[in-house]
């Protein structure tokens, strides 16, 4: 499933939602699980069910998938409910929102050679400061 760019209107509102995730008191840490190949990086991440998140914004079209489980994610302006085995093509600039239903396993992969993950998280993704900027170049 191909996902365009997240409208820059739709950005301000999940950051809105975000700023207020954060004060929430139940937060969850979540630990992702790296993993490299000739050319190839993915991040594993277990999401427990009943978890809301958002997700960052990633400067490079990529695809992810749900190994496990069911989530729903907001996509393009509507919430799909994906369910296992599901594949998103995302592009640069999308920016996402779920509930886990159930418990899931979240995997993204990125075409890259970078190991060091503080270069990779320069590589990758937007920081938050700049996503609204970043809206202004790419769409």
């Known amino acids: 499933m191909d996902h365009n760019v997240t409208a820059r209107h ?32 993915a991040r594993e991440l277990f ?3 009943g978890t809301a ?16 489980g069911e989530i729903d994610v907001l996509m393009d302006g509507i919430v799909v ?5 599901f594949v998103i093509h995302s592009m640069p600039g999308a920016k996402r929102v779920g509930y886990a239903v159930t418990d899931c396993t979240w995997i993204c992969f990125h075409a890259t050679d970078t190991k060091n993950l503080d270069d990779l998280e320069a590589e990758l993704i937007v920081p938050e400061h700049l996503e609204l900027e970043t809206q202004k170049c790419l769409g």
């Open 10 to 41: 739709e950005i301000e509102e999940i950051r809105r939602l975000e700023a207020v995730m954060r004060e929430h008191p139940g937060q969850v840490l979540l630990q992702p699980k790296h993993h490299f190949a000739p050319g190839m990086y």
């Open 47 to 49: 999401i427990p069910a």
């Open 53 to 68: 998140l958002v997700g960052r914004m990633h400067r490079t079209e990529h695809l992810s998938v749900l190994a496990q």
């Open 81 to 85: 409910r994906c369910k296992a085995p």
